[in-house]
Structure formats: structure tokens, C-alpha cells
């Protein structure tokens, strides 16, 4: 089993729409989370940290469940830009920092 | 300020020769690491530094050097390339490291390498 899993998608949505992804992790000892976003053929950058209360950023939510396991971000009101592949990251301390493989989000007008 | 670079951008070796994959970064950053991204596989740490004259193994270390002689920059060489280290190598940097509160990990643009 991957310590970090998400579902490769892709998600086909309209423009507008609410999408949310999950991703699952597999050590309880897991410190921080992250959701990073990485467009095509270039490089991940931060989209935002994730935190027990739950946090937003404009039309970014993300939450974390510990109990479960998981953690999820939900995008609003989705605009042709998000269109991209949405990283989930783990730090489980030091410099164990486990990346997701990716979910991919195709916004359509 | 660039942040962080990379190069070259793209490359083709014959399986045994070697390259220098080079990352310098102008954000003043002590932490330094370089992944390598495959198809269907999140990124995966090779070697990581937490300052200049230090370096240390990641995941996936097996076929790679590194020296980092400058706190700016930190280099990645392949000695004798294999098919299975062809993929798109990135360098990061971050202010601290990921110990406890994980810092934020700026990227470089990436460098495509293909081993025939």
C-alpha cells in the first residue's frame, strides 16, 4: 500500500462547479499536510498547508481528519485555470516527506 | 530574484555516460533537496542537504551523487546512467527544514533526462 494515495482522476468538470478531492495516508504519526499543485510539465508549487481546524484560501478549502486518516480539498466555483494536477503531501518529521502521485482536474468552459 | 534554477532544461545520454545536474537558488535558503517525478509515482527524494558542505540520502539515492559546496547551489551527478534513471529530475530549496513544522519547498523548472 502507497503511504500516500489519491485518485489519479482525471476529473472532467464544468466551469463553476464545487470538485473535491480526498487523499489517504497510511502513518498516524503524520505531522503536516500540504496540497500542492503542479501544472503540466512544470514544476509543484504550494498551494496551501492544511490544518487540523480546517482552512481556507478564497475559493480553497482543504480539511484534515486524523481519526480517518485523510485529507481532502474542495475547490468553488472552479475556473478554467485550476486546471491542473493537485498534489497531496505528508511530513511525518525530519525529512520524511511523502508527495502523492497526483490528481488531475480538467476545467471545461 | 529567480528563486530557484535548474540546468540544463533537457537532455539525452547513452546508457554509461555521466552528467551534472545543476541547481542554484538566490532565496538565501540552508535546505536543499533534489526529487526525481515518474509517471503514475509521486516525487522521490534522492539526496537532500541542510547546508553548505552537507549532504545526506533520501529514498532513492542508489546511482547519484551530490556535492554542495556553496549554500546557493547543490549538484546532482549520475556517474554511469541507466534507462531507469530516465525521468524529470526537480531541485527544491526551503528556508528550514521539514522537521516538525515542514517549511515550504520552492521548485525549480525541472530537467528532463532521457538514458538510451
Known amino acids: 500500500r502507497k503511504e500516500v494515495e489519491q485518485d489519479p482522476g482525471p476529473f472532467n468538470v464544468p466551469e463553476g462547479a464545487t470538485v473535491a478531492f480526498n487523499c489517504t495516508y497510511s502513518?498516524?504519526?503524520?505531522?503536516?499536510f500540504f496540497w500542492y499543485r503542479q501544472d503540466c510539465r512544470k514544476e509543484p508549487k504550494l498551494l496551501m498547508s492544511?490544518?487540523?481546524s480546517g482552512n481556507e484560501d478564497g475559493r480553497f478549502t482543504a480539511q484534515l481528519n486524523r481519526a480517518s486518516q485523510y485529507i481532502s480539498l474542495l475547490i468553488r466555483d472552479s475556473k478554467l485555470s485550476d486546471s491542473a494536477t493537485y498534489l497531496c503531501v505528508v511530513n511525518y518529521g525530519g525529512f520524511k516527506t511523502i508527495f502523492g502521485a497526483g490528481t488531475r482536474l480538467f476545467v471545461k468552459a | 530574484n529567480a528563486g530557484v534554477t535548474q540546468t540544463p532544461k533537457f537532455r539525452v545520454l547513452k546508457t554509461g555516460q555521466s552528467m551534472t545536474l545543476l541547481c542554484a537558488q538566490d532565496m538565501n535558503h540552508e535546505y536543499m533537496y533534489w526529487y526525481r517525478q515518474d509517471p503514475g509515482m509521486g516525487l522521490r527524494l534522492i539526496h537532500y542537504?541542510?547546508?553548505?558542505?552537507?549532504?545526506a540520502k533520501g529514498e532513492v539515492p542508489d546511482g547519484y551523487n551530490v556535492s554542495r559546496l556553496k549554500k546557493q547551489n547543490f549538484l546532482l551527478g549520475l556517474e554511469s546512467a541507466a534507462p531507469s534513471q530516465t525521468s524529470v529530475y526537480f531541485c527544491?530549496?526551503?528556508?528550514?527544514?521539514?522537521?516538525?513544522?515542514?517549511?515550504?519547498?520552492?521548485f525549480g523548472p525541472g530537467t528532463r533526462l532521457t538514458v538510451l
Open positions: 527544491a530549496s526551503s528556508k528550514t527544514g521539514t522537521s516538525g513544522g515542514a517549511d515550504t519547498q520552492y
Open positions: 492544511v490544518y487540523s
Open positions: 542537504s541542510v547546508g553548505e558542505g552537507t549532504t
Open positions: 502513518n498516524s504519526a503524520s505531522q503536516s
